[in-house]
């Protein structure tokens, strides 16, 4: 993996971390992981696939919540939190893993 592809992907874990903190809102956090995917260079495309499939749910959620002009109904914050933990995993099997030297 590339370092710039290794950054996108911190900034992404990064972006779900302030998004948890409750510093950035759910559109916030949409907005920027999209930016950042489309940022990558090369990542596999099974990945690709899996992450627009991932972040179209959190994309459809918020559009809803947007149009009904509700806000988010907790159901719906559940499967918020299922699909970042899942994005996270996502990024975290992509990360290389750190050696001491690093």
Do not use: C
């Not at 903190?21 to 950042?36: N, P, Q, T």
């Not at 992450?51 to 509700?70: D, M």
């Amino acid at each position: 993996m590339n370092d710039h592809d290794r950054r996108q992907l911190e900034s992404m874990r990064h972006q779900i971390e302030t998004f948890r903190k409750g510093v950035i809102d759910l559109a916030w956090l949409i907005s920027s992981l999209e930016s950042l995917r489309h940022a990558l260079q090369k990542v596999p495309q099974e990945w690709v696939d899996e992450f627009w499939s991932k972040w179209g749910v959190l994309e459809e959620i918020y559009s809803l919540s947007v149009v009904r002009e509700q806000p988010i109904s907790p159901e719906d914050r559940l499967d918020v939190g299922r699909v970042i933990d899942d994005i996270e995993s996502m990024i975290i099997r992509m990360l290389p893993a750190s050696t001491p030297d690093e």
